[in-house]
Each structure stands twice: as C-alpha cells, then as structure tokens.
C-alpha cells in the first residue's frame, strides 16, 4: 500500500548506492544472493527467540533488496535478476515466520496460518504478472523492474512491519499473524478483482 509512497524517498540514496557498487564490479544478483543468506540467517536466531539478532538480519536483508534493485537500474535490469529478486523473496517471507514457529511451537498454528495467507498474496501476485506479461502490460509505479507489480493493501513495506513487530513484541504474535493474515487475504481479493477487471476479455 505505501511501497509506491516510499519509493520516491528512498530510491535516491539507494540509486546512489547502487551506482557505487555497480561501479565497483558488484552484481545485482550477488547482492540478491547475499541479502537473501543474511536473511535465512534470521531463521535461527528466531527460533532461538533471539528476536534482536532476527531483527537486525531481517532489516539486512531488507536493505539488500533495496539495493540489489538500485544495482539493476545502474547497470539495465536482467530477466534472472528479476526472476531470483522475487522467488527469493518469498522465500524469505516465509522463512522468517517458520522461524517464529520454531522458537514458538506452541503458536504454530497461527505461523501456518500467515504462510498461508502469503500464498495467496504471492499466487495472485505472480499470476497476474504472467498474464500482463502476456499482454505488453507495464507499469512503473513501484519503480522500474522486471516483472509487472501488482499493488495491494500488503506489499514489501507493510511486510516489513509485520516482521519488525513480531520482533519487537514477539508475545503478540497470534494477533499479529492473524490481523497481518487477514490484511493478506484482502489482498489477495482485491487482486482477483483487478485480474477479472483487466483479463475479462
């Protein structure tokens, strides 16, 4: 919901942080793969109920992500580049609450029930890419990428905060799971309705 917002205050330090490390010789994918390691590195320190170490690996990789794309505008964005962004994305959103279920087990029914809202998101995400991707569709409104973006009530940032929030107040996972879960699925709905509104034909 915000991600569009955001982008015009963050894209100008990450884009020139990008240019740095283009110039340097670093790649958009190493940063990717290097954001995304980070990232599964916050899976044990959840389960651990290191919940400090989490937060700061998460925000790591956060920052990664930011940066592998500011990397791709500098050098021209590339189909694996955009391909390994988004799987290894989702893989980590997902990682990060199967790591809270490890460390919490006896919350694990909520954990399951937010990787299962995350499919929903992430199935209607990435359906509705392949078919405007089919019709020339494009868009910039979250900046230039790959793949069509497909907005929602729960996008990168909101994501963010949720996992910011089970962090920082772990206790209250349940009610977060289930309110950010539910946030999902009216995602999810609402990509659904855009995809009848723009496919219907």
Not at 98 to 116: C, D, Q, T, Y
Not at 164 to 170: E, H, Q
Request: contains cysteine.
């Amino acid at each position: 919901m915000f991600d569009a917002a955001l982008r015009r205050v963050i894209d100008p330090p990450l884009n020139a942080a990008g240019r740095r490390l283009a110039g340097a010789g670093v790649s958009a994918n190493a940063v990717t793969v290097a954001g995304f390691a980070i990232g599964l590195a916050a899976v044990p320190a959840l389960a651990f109920q290191r919940y400090d170490i989490a937060l700061a690996l998460i925000l790591a990789n956060r920052l990664a992500d930011g940066l592998d794309g500011a990397v791709a505008r500098a050098t021209g964005p590339s189909d694996l580049g955009g391909y390994l962004d988004i799987v290894l994305d989702f893989i980590f959103y997902s990682a990060v609450v199967f790591g809270v279920a490890l460390g919490r087990p006896e919350e694990a029914v909520f954990a399951a029930f937010l990787i299962f809202s995350f499919i929903g998101t992430g199935a209607s995400f990435l359906a509705y890419a392949i078919i405007a991707a089919k019709r020339g569709s494009t868009t910039e409104a979250r900046g230039r990428k790959s793949i069509f973006y497909l907005g929602g009530l729960t996008e990168g940032a909101e994501t963010i905060a949720c996992f910011v929030a089970i962090c920082l107040f772990p206790a209250w996972f349940p009610w977060i799971a289930g309110i950010f879960g539910a946030m999902c699925w009216l995602t999810t709905a609402s990509r659904i309705g855009q995809a009848v509104q723009s496919f219907d034909s």
